[in-house]
């Protein structure tokens, strides 16, 4: 097996920031689902709703398989920093 | 008519908005929160895995960049909109002001007047005709408004394309399906809450991500290599140039280059990596197809050995009618694989069994099409994939300009999955056994019908999806664009 290596502190260093993105990333999800819907319901016309209501559902959806992947790569980068450490880094 | 004022609420638009700013900033900080957690993570990491990393963390970073800038654009053309409502609400309620005023001005000037006098006739008059230019001037800002909200609603949907390409006529569910459908990572989230996310789940997950960008636009760090991404589209650009057929194509992506603003060039990048992709593989996909593996391929979604498959057709093909075999028309080409398919007849192997249902994935979606009890959804989604692999005939492949430059297929392609054998997989897993099913009407509809097939079925079923996109190129929505610009 070639090439391959890390350091397991500084790959663990950045899981945790991946993962604070992660939770982040899905609270914001939330936040445009909510105001997303307040502005539908406030702009008066039919179509401009609609069409704000179909904004917020696809960046909506967007961002919370966004979330759920930076929690991917978050654990898959704690899980490679593991694997180093107990086979002993580089 | 009158004095109504329009509806809504500038108010409560202004106050969302200010959410809406909020949101956009903090997406900002999440992008840089991102950008930095892939970089540690990579500074050391070397391996395979460290470079699906490196390429998962440049997706990841464009996604929420791309959520990030296309909000941002958003309140601005919201905030234009909410301030044509509040001056329209102000000046109606002016003129019903000034309107009410002249009225009681009238009233008495004509109170001091003897009741026969024809000066109260003639004050009475030309009130009613002031008042009259009044009203016509608050429909004048009401239809103001009408004009300005259906401008910014194609704005928006412009915004939304760039999440779900050729959006403008699903519903709020259905967009969030098709994100579901892109990204693949459906069931993960219930895993990691549940702790039992496998290592392969895992990956699979980023694979979306993997391939948002090419690998030589992403730097070392994981981060986005915005100016070998400018040179690789001008490259792909090039490329489309210089082919007769691909013309159609770059028609659509420079009406799609003018109908969106500059941030979107990210999902231009992706339509256009997909449209060359996808003439490269439709060109082709006959040798493809033999070499394909089983690995490749997604296998379809049943959970039965071979043997109890066939067993089960042969049972199934008891089921046909002749409104079945009915449905079907006209000569075509097909595809050596199918052809060989029908020859050998039913497969005796997993082997066979997966790359048999890419062929027949293709059928699938034709007797998606015709089922009426399909959703109009799973229509389109059939029409494009069909639509892919019929090109590969003889009469297809002259029809694809036409099929390409409806604009819709592209873009539901590049929703689908921006690299057509991964879209053609997800098609042979959901609609192989179907297939199967009707296997005999299949077979008539594969030697008989691909021609009717492209020029009459697949662009109606797309119909909606094409008049879609075309609506956003050549409607009342103008955006000043220039050239394509990357900026991160």
Wanted: hydrophobic content about 45%; charged content about 15%.
């Amino acid at each position: 097996m070639a090439n391959v290596g890390g350091d397991p502190a500084s790959m663990t260093g950045g899981a945790l920031d991946l993962h604070r993105a992660a939770t982040a990333v899905s609270a914001t999800q939330s936040a445009i689902s909510g105001n997303g819907g307040r502005i539908a319901g406030a702009v008066g016309d039919p179509a401009l709703s609609a069409a704000m209501s179909r904004f917020a559902a696809a960046w909506s959806a967007t961002l919370a398989d966004t979330g759920t992947q930076l929690s991917v790569a978050s654990q898959l980068a704690s899980n490679a920093a593991k694997d180093l450490a107990t086979a002993g880094g580089h | 008519m009158g004095f109504e004022l329009p509806p809504g609420d500038p108010d409560a638009i202004d106050g969302a908005l200010r959410s809406w700013v909020n949101v956009a900033s903090d997406l900002k900080s999440q992008e840089s929160g991102a950008r930095s957690g892939f970089a540690a993570a990579l500074a050391t990491w070397k391996g395979n895995r460290a470079d699906d990393f490196r390429n998962a963390s440049a997706g990841l970073q464009l996604q929420v960049h791309e959520a990030q800038s296309t909000i941002e654009e958003s309140v601005g053309h919201l905030q234009a909109y909410s301030k044509v409502l509040r001056n329209a609400i102000e000046e109606i309620k002016q003129l019903q002001s000034t309107a009410a005023a002249r009225q009681n001005s009238v009233q008495s000037q004509t109170a001091k007047l003897n009741p026969n006098s024809t000066q109260i006739d003639q004050l009475d008059q030309h009130c009613a005709m002031y008042v009259a230019a009044l009203m016509q001037q608050a429909e004048v800002l009401r239809q103001g408004v009408v004009t300005a909200a259906r401008a910014t609603a194609g704005l928006i949907d412009a915004g939304t394309d760039v999440a779900v390409p050729d959006s403008e006529k699903l519903s709020p569910a259905a967009i969030a399906r098709r994100v579901e459908q892109s990204t693949g990572v459906a069931g993960i989230q219930q895993a990691i809450s549940g702790n039992s996310l496998t290592t392969g789940q895992a990956w699979a997950a980023l694979n979306s991500a993997t391939k948002e960008l090419p690998a030589d636009a992403v730097n070392g760090d994981g981060s986005i290599n915005s100016a070998q991404l400018s040179k690789d589209l001008t490259a792909i650009e090039k490329q489309e140039a210089d082919n007769p057929a691909k013309k159609a194509l770059d028609s659509t992506l420079d009406g799609w280059t003018l109908a969106t603003a500059p941030s979107s060039s990210w999902a231009l990048y992706r339509l256009a990596e997909a449209a060359r992709n996808f003439h490269n593989a439709t060109a082709a996909l006959p040798a493809d197809l033999a070499k394909l593996s089983p690995a490749e391929l997604d296998t379809p979604s049943i959970n039965k050995t071979p043997n109890a498959l066939l067993d089960g057709i042969e049972r199934d093909m008891s089921t046909l009618t002749p409104a079945d075999e009915a449905a079907f028309a006209a000569d075509a080409d097909v595809t050596e694989a199918t052809q060989s398919l029908l020859r050998n007849g039913l497969p005796f192997s997993a082997d066979w069994l997966a790359k048999g249902s890419v062929a027949l994935g293709f059928l699938g979606d034709g007797w998606t099409l015709f089922d009426p009890k399909a959703p109009t959804d799973d229509k389109v989604d059939a029409g494009v994939n069909a639509l892919g692999l019929a090109a590969t005939t003889e009469t297809g492949s002259t029809l694809l300009a036409g099929g390409l430059e409806a604009g819709g297929l592209v873009t539901a392609d590049a929703a689908v999955g921006w690299v057509p054998v991964v879209g053609w997989t997800l098609v042979a897993g959901t609609a192989g056994y179907e297939l199967w099913k009707h296997r005999k009407a299949v077979g008539t509809f594969v030697t008989h019908t691909v021609p009717n097939f492209v020029t009459k079925t697949v662009p109606h079923a797309l119909g909606d999806a094409a008049s879609g996109v075309k609506k956003l190129v050549t409607g009342d929505v103008h955006v000043n664009v220039g050239p394509i610009h990357f900026s991160i």
